[in-house]
């Protein structure tokens, strides 16, 4: 769009026609205060905060509803301009308690910033505040009444953003009040959206409500542990009795992926860090029953028993089960584990999505799959199966408001009318299982379209939406598990021959789509390279098998035929999530790493009490193959990362560390301060220095980032920027130009199903999610029990 | 939930002249009103519905207007002004009378069901104040005696 040149308080400012007057003055650094301006939402023009004087217009206008016109003179600091806010702030304060001291928006409140700045010291009003108690209307959002302002951000986000439309306002005047969709309570998707807006202390959590202050609180940002869309939150952080305790879920600061978003589980569902029934003592089986033991005791019988099943029957009597909510260090660490020490490929975990396939289907081709951002502002998406609003809740968000806010095309083709429908230029139901046939008919195969023609959808409605998508330029297709093996090649063929097209392959976990990066499966390697091709990992690993293992059913099969002597199963839990039958391994070794007592754990020889990934640090690979860093914020003693499980139990079995992790290596071998102590400050300043420029020390075998270090070598598309990793920044990996993979067991993928409250192993401990799911009467739903 | 022939020959009146759905709201819950006596939860439940509007929103409209309600009034409903025109010619005097004789207050209902009270802001027939409206009906350059008859005839009328 053409510029336009204004001038606000003696500046210069050019800005592109349609630009508000409000965003005008910030490019050059002037702030117009404003309580209900929102960038991404409706004009509201409700607060009058962001008063400012326009030449030749007599009355004072608001900056947020303004848009500028060429040779616009404005002054945003005048004596008119300054009593307009202090007159305004007075206002609002008219009502307002004064119990900053107590209000969990101290500290963070934008009427106090405000107060302060523009405020003045007294008022003129001599009335009664209104008042009214403080209300509870769900589980998780408060309201206290008398503090809102009614700058209605809270009623636009749920509506515009959430598309959920649960908050309104009632009454009128100096009476108007926000008001729940269910005129004392709510019924909404909890996302708590509405509360992280509130600019004042007016909407609060149940999580987090009077619990501490915000300055009193370490804030660390990392990425959510739940599903597999990434959205970065900042935890915050305080001493606890038994380590450091997550008190605070939220990303005011907007940084990430995911702007300002998160759902309820990333919000709020980090409170299964600290579920009393978290395992935190390593258990060993005696005499028939799981006993307290030390970690001494524990490494060393899993490593006498792994060393000698290994050095007596073999690899091949001993099964890996790796998780989809490990990091990606630890995912690789555990593949090269089980290749290396254990000596052996069986070696799988839950699956979620056909990304084998996916890879084979993009081999070659370049730039063809979509970031996390790409799918806000793509100017048209497809979405066949999936239910994003539950399953990849930020996903749904970034389609809602590219349509929203870019005007993008969405077509919607799903079994069930599922919410993003609302949204969708075209939604298509077809019956339950044809997802397939609708890949194949787009690909041209046209003899299917009469299977696929119902009373809603004729044979000609098909053909009329293959065109329009044929039509369509750099469109994103994005599709849930029911699309998987040959499938997934079909659809790749179809929009290949689509300029710019791209795609996403939804999986469920957190770090689903880095579990199968990593290679935990029995015929391939990190990288999907298979384990059966003489490639780079054998140079590098050494003698390797190269016999494709035995996948996690036929692991079940060999247990019971006494000729799975040992399992390990690193964060999760397959005797819960597929119904094996518990005795299945009663005659192999189980070790178990977790943060619970699973059904899984219950039936293990050793249990291992396993720190989750808000308690660690490493890389986690988002379903859209966005490598991000998760940082360690919460602490909970007498739990160890997998990651350095792993390392003790090879150490334990008597192999070299060394050839396991490279660290220390380079003859960096400096005292980095660990001999020191408390007066390492020289110390601590070369590693603040070397963090700085991304050369992490990498001292010790426990270091994740050594492993990330072989990762960026050895597993194509990985390759990116260290230090805009390290600055927290997402990176999309590449990873098409890896070694073909083959049409992969597509039966064995068991969608998650997880829903907005359910959350795997996780939901299970979650306080919040399961006050969420008892409020509303309803029986805990059957995908509670998952295997991550 | 069904309503009279003749709301609905209304409501599908008032359709045909907005471009929008929604924009016959306000018109639509004074008809309902009128029939029902109130907008009870079924009501509010039902225009919800057929406007393809959440309730959170029929209920914030509904808030909005003091001349909509969302519990039972009496048969009569007496709103007196008491603004500034009305006011300095002793309407204060008539409500508080009113709240006497009836023995209710603001927004009250008589236990018969025969009449509630409103004090209300200027009903725009200040010429004549003080001023009040009853139903649909204005009554004006009220005294204490003139409000006796008043009453005393729609109690006769309510009885019948
Ligand atoms: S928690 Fe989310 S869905 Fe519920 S009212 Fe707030 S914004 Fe709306
Ligand atoms: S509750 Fe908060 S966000 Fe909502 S209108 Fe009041 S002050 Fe604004
Ligand atoms: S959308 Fe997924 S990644 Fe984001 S907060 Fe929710 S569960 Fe976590
Ligand atoms: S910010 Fe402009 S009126 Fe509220
Ligand atoms: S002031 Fe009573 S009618 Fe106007």
Same mark, same amino acid.
């Given at each position: 769009?053409?510029?336009?040149?204004?001038?606000?308080?003696?500046?210069?400012?050019?800005?592109?026609?349609?630009?508000?007057?409000?965003?005008?003055?910030?490019?050059?650094?002037?702030?117009?205060?404003?309580?209900?301006?929102?960038?991404?939402?409706?004009?509201?023009?409700?607060?009058?905060?962001?008063?400012?004087?326009?030449?030749?217009?007599?009355?004072?206008?608001?900056?947020?509803?303004?848009?500028?016109?060429?040779?616009?003179?404005?002054?945003? #600091?005048?004596?008119?301009?300054?009593?307009?806010?202090?007159?305004?702030?007075?206002?609002?304060?008219?009502?307002?308690?004064?119990?900053?001291?107590?209000?969990?928006?101290?500290?963070?409140?934008?009427?106090?910033?405000?107060?302060?700045?523009?405020?003045?010291?007294?008022?003129?009003?001599?009335?009664?505040?209104?008042?009214?108690? =403080? @209300?509870?209307?769900?589980?998780?959002?408060? +309201?206290?009444?008398? $503090?809102?302002?009614?700058?209605?951000?809270?009623?636009?986000?749920?509506?515009?953003?959430?598309?959920?439309?649960?908050?309104?306002?009632?009454?009128?005047?100096?009476?108007?009040?926000?008001?729940?969709?269910?005129?004392?309570?709510?019924?909404?998707?909890?996302?708590?959206?509405?509360?992280? %807006?509130?600019?004042?202390?007016?909407?609060?959590?149940?999580?987090?409500?009077?619990?501490?202050?915000?300055?009193?609180?370490?804030?660390?940002?990392?990425?959510?542990?739940?599903?597999?869309?990434?959205?970065?939150?900042?935890?915050?952080? $305080?001493?606890?009795?038994?380590?450091?305790?997550?008190?605070?879920?939220?990303?005011?600061?907007?940084?990430?992926?995911?702007?300002?978003?998160?759902?309820?589980?990333?919000?709020?569902?980090?409170?299964?860090?600290?579920?009393?029934?978290?395992?935190? @003592?390593?258990?060993?089986?005696?005499?028939?029953?799981?006993?307290?033991? #030390?970690? =001494?005791?524990? +490494?060393?019988?899993?490593?006498?028993? +792994? *060393?000698?099943?290994?050095?007596?029957?073999?690899?091949?009597?001993?099964? !890996?089960?790796?998780?989809?909510?490990? #990091?990606?260090?630890?995912?690789?660490?555990?593949?090269?584990?089980?290749?290396?020490?254990?000596?052996?490929?069986?070696?799988?975990?839950?699956?979620?999505?056909?990304?084998?396939?996916?890879?084979?289907?993009?081999?070659?081709?370049?730039?063809?799959?979509?970031?996390?951002?790409?799918?806000?502002?793509?100017?048209?998406?497809?979405? %066949?199966?999936?239910?994003?609003?539950?399953?990849?809740?930020?996903?749904?968000?970034?389609?809602?408001?590219?349509? /929203?806010?870019? /005007?993008?095309?969405?077509?919607?083709?799903?079994?069930?009318?599922?919410?993003?429908?609302?949204?969708? *230029?075209?939604?298509?139901?077809?019956?339950?299982?044809?997802?397939?046939?609708?890949?194949?008919?787009?690909?041209? @195969?046209?003899?299917?379209?009469?299977?696929?023609?119902?009373?809603?959808?004729?044979?000609?409605?098909?053909?009329?939406?293959?065109?329009?998508?044929?039509?369509?330029?750099?469109? %994103?297709?994005?599709?849930?598990?029911?699309?998987?093996?040959?499938?997934?090649?079909?659809?790749?063929? +179809?929009?290949?021959?689509?300029?710019?097209?791209?795609?996403?392959?939804?999986?469920?976990?957190?770090?689903?789509?880095?579990?199968?990066?990593?290679?935990?499966?029995?015929?391939?390697?990190?990288?999907?390279?298979?384990? *059966?091709?003489?490639?780079?990992?054998?140079?590098?690993?050494?003698?390797?098998?190269?016999?494709?293992?035995?996948?996690?059913?036929?692991?079940?099969?060999?247990?019971?035929?006494?000729?799975?002597?040992?399992?390990?199963?690193?964060?999760?839990?397959?005797?819960?999530?597929?119904?094996?039958?518990?005795?299945?391994?009663?005659?192999?070794?189980?070790?178990?790493?977790?943060?619970?007592?699973?059904?899984?754990?219950?039936?293990?020889?050793?249990?291992?009490?396993?720190?989750?990934?808000? =308690?660690?640090?490493? #890389?986690?690979?988002?379903?859209?193959?966005?490598?991000?860093?998760?940082?360690?914020?919460?602490?909970?003693?007498?739990?160890?990362?997998?990651?350095?499980?792993?390392?003790?139990?090879?150490?334990?079995?008597?192999?070299?560390?060394?050839?396991? !992790?490279?660290?220390?290596?380079?003859?960096?071998?400096?005292?980095?301060?660990?001999? $020191?102590?408390?007066?390492?400050?020289?110390?601590?300043?070369?590693?603040?220095?070397?963090?700085?420029?991304?050369?992490?020390?990498?001292?010790?075998?426990?270091?994740?980032?050594?492993?990330?270090? =072989?990762? @960026?070598?050895?597993?194509?598309?990985?390759?990116?920027?260290?230090?805009?990793?390290?600055?927290?920044?997402?990176?999309?990996?590449?990873?098409?130009?890896?070694?073909?993979?083959?049409?992969?067991?597509?039966?064995? %993928?068991?969608?998650?199903?997880?829903?907005?409250?359910?959350?795997?192993?996780?939901?299970?401990?979650?306080?919040?999610?399961?006050?969420?799911?008892?409020?509303?009467?309803?029986?805990?739903?059957?995908?509670?029990?998952?295997?991550? | 939930?069904?309503?009279?022939?003749?709301?609905?020959?209304?409501?599908?009146?008032?359709?045909?002249?907005?471009?929008?759905?929604?924009?016959?709201?306000?018109?639509?819950?004074?008809?309902?009103?009128?029939?029902?006596?109130?907008? &009870?939860?079924?009501?509010?439940?039902?225009?919800?519905?057929?406007?393809?509007?959440?309730?959170?929103?029929?209920?914030?409209?509904? &808030?909005?207007? &003091?001349?909509?309600?969302?519990?039972?009034?009496?048969?009569?409903?007496?709103?007196?002004?008491?603004?500034?025109?009305?006011?300095?010619?002793?309407?204060?005097?008539?409500?508080?009378?009113?709240?006497?004789?009836?023995?209710?207050?603001?927004?009250?209902?008589?236990?018969?069901?025969?009449?509630?009270?409103?004090?209300?802001?200027?009903?725009?027939?200040?010429?004549?104040?003080?001023?009040?409206?009853?139903?649909?009906?204005?009554?004006?350059?009220?005294?204490?005696?003139?409000?006796?008859?008043?009453?005393?005839?729609?109690?006769?009328?309510?009885?019948?």
């Amino acid at each position: 769009m053409a510029d336009v040149n204004i001038t606000v308080d003696g500046k210069k400012v050019t800005a592109p026609a349609g630009t508000l007057l409000i965003e005008a003055c910030k490019s050059v650094g002037i702030e117009v205060p404003s309580f209900c301006y929102y960038p991404g939402l409706s004009l509201q023009g409700a607060c009058r905060m962001c008063l400012v004087k326009i030449e030749k217009i007599p009355k004072l206008q608001t900056a947020c509803t303004t848009v500028i016109s060429e040779g616009m003179t404005v002054t945003t #600091t005048s004596d008119e301009v300054r009593q307009a806010r202090k007159s305004m702030v007075e206002l609002l304060l008219g009502n307002h308690p004064l119990d900053c001291p107590v209000c969990d928006a101290g500290g963070e409140c934008e009427l106090q910033d405000m107060t302060f700045a523009y405020g003045a010291a007294e008022s003129k009003y001599m009335e009664a505040k209104n008042h009214k108690d =403080e @209300q509870q209307w769900s589980p998780v959002v408060y +309201f206290d009444r008398p $503090r809102c302002i009614l700058c209605y951000r809270c009623v636009r986000v749920c509506g515009e953003g959430m598309d959920v439309w649960a908050l309104g306002v009632q009454n009128r005047g100096v009476v108007s009040i926000i008001a729940p969709n269910k005129e004392d309570h709510l019924e909404c998707e909890e996302c708590g959206m509405c509360i992280d %807006i509130c600019p004042v202390g007016a909407l609060t959590s149940g999580a987090y409500r009077y619990k501490t202050r915000p300055w009193e609180m370490k804030h660390v940002g990392t990425i959510c542990t739940h599903c597999g869309d990434g959205c970065k939150t900042t935890l915050g952080v $305080r001493r606890s009795d038994t380590g450091m305790e997550i008190v605070r879920g939220d990303n005011r600061d907007k940084s990430g992926i995911n702007g300002d978003f998160l759902c309820i589980k990333g919000r709020y569902a980090f409170d299964f860090a600290d579920s009393a029934e978290r395992l935190n @003592q390593p258990l060993i089986r005696k005499e028939g029953r799981l006993t307290p033991s #030390t970690w =001494e005791e524990a +490494f060393e019988l899993v490593g006498k028993h +792994f *060393a000698e099943i290994r050095d007596k029957e073999g690899g091949q009597a001993i099964g !890996v089960i790796g998780s989809n909510r490990t #990091t990606n260090e630890e995912n690789y660490l555990l593949s090269k584990f089980a290749r290396v020490v254990l000596k052996t490929n069986n070696l799988d975990h839950h699956r979620t999505a056909d990304f084998p396939a996916f890879v084979a289907a993009l081999t070659g081709k370049l730039d063809i799959t979509a970031s996390m951002r790409d799918v806000f502002n793509a100017p048209a998406i497809l979405l %066949i199966g999936n239910n994003p609003t539950d399953q990849h809740p930020l996903l749904g968000w970034q389609i809602r408001n590219n349509v /929203r806010l870019h /005007r993008a095309r969405l077509y919607v083709i799903n079994t069930l009318p599922i919410k993003l429908r609302r949204q969708a *230029a075209n939604f298509t139901q077809i019956p339950a299982g044809t997802e397939g046939k609708v890949a194949a008919f787009l690909a041209g @195969q046209d003899s299917v379209a009469e299977a696929l023609a119902s009373e809603s959808t004729s044979r000609e409605n098909w053909i009329a939406l293959r065109d329009k998508l044929r039509g369509e330029q750099n469109l %994103i297709i994005i599709f849930g598990s029911e699309i998987r093996g040959n499938d997934i090649e079909v659809l790749v063929k +179809f929009g290949s021959a689509i300029p710019g097209a791209k795609f996403v392959c939804l999986g469920d976990y957190a770090n689903s789509r880095g579990a199968a990066d990593m290679g935990l499966y029995p015929d391939l390697l990190p990288g999907y390279h298979r384990v *059966a091709d003489n490639g780079k990992f054998h140079r590098e690993w050494g003698g390797i098998p190269t016999t494709p293992g035995l996948n996690l059913p036929q692991m079940v099969d060999a247990a019971k035929a006494g000729k799975l002597q040992a399992l390990y199963v690193v964060g999760s839990n397959p005797i819960g999530r597929f119904g094996i039958d518990p005795f299945a391994f009663s005659k192999s070794f189980v070790v178990v790493q977790d943060m619970f007592l699973t059904e899984t754990a219950l039936m293990a020889d050793v249990v291992l009490p396993a720190a989750n990934a808000y =308690e660690k640090s490493g #890389t986690f690979t988002n379903t859209c193959d966005d490598l991000q860093l998760i940082k360690k914020a919460g602490e909970v003693t007498d739990t160890k990362t997998d990651f350095e499980m792993i390392v003790r139990i090879a150490d334990a079995m008597g192999f070299d560390v060394r050839k396991l !992790v490279h660290f220390g290596g380079g003859g960096t071998r400096a005292d980095m301060g660990q001999s $020191r102590g408390a007066q390492s400050g020289e110390a601590d300043q070369h590693g603040v220095w070397l963090e700085a420029h991304g050369l992490e020390p990498k001292m010790s075998p426990f270091d994740p980032m050594a492993i990330l270090d =072989e990762i @960026q070598r050895l597993v194509p598309g990985y390759d990116v920027s260290r230090m805009n990793l390290l600055a927290g920044n997402d990176q999309h990996t590449n990873l098409a130009g890896s070694g073909p993979s083959t049409l992969h067991n597509p039966e064995l %993928i068991v969608p998650a199903n997880d829903g907005l409250f359910s959350s795997g192993t996780l939901g299970r401990y979650s306080r919040t999610l399961n006050s969420v799911i008892e409020n509303r009467h309803r029986e805990p739903a059957e995908t509670e029990v998952a295997a991550d | 939930m069904t309503f009279s022939d003749q709301f609905e020959s209304r409501f599908a009146e008032m359709l045909s002249h907005y471009p929008t759905k929604r924009s016959v709201l306000v018109p639509t819950l004074l008809y309902a009103q009128d029939e029902v006596g109130y907008l &009870s939860q079924e009501v509010i439940a039902e225009l919800a519905q057929r406007l393809d509007l959440t309730e959170l929103e029929v209920r914030n409209v509904i &808030s909005y207007y &003091s001349m909509l309600t969302t519990k039972p009034r009496g048969k009569y409903n007496l709103q007196v002004c008491t603004n500034i025109s009305c006011m300095l010619r002793g309407a204060e005097e008539i409500f508080d009378w009113c709240r006497q004789r009836l023995d209710i207050d603001h927004k009250g209902t008589t236990a018969d069901g025969l009449f509630s009270l409103e004090e209300v802001e200027c009903i725009g027939a200040c010429s004549w104040a003080p001023a009040m409206q009853v139903n649909y009906d204005f009554h004006e350059n009220l005294t204490v005696e003139k409000m006796d008859t008043i009453l005393d005839e729609y109690k006769n009328r309510g009885m019948q």
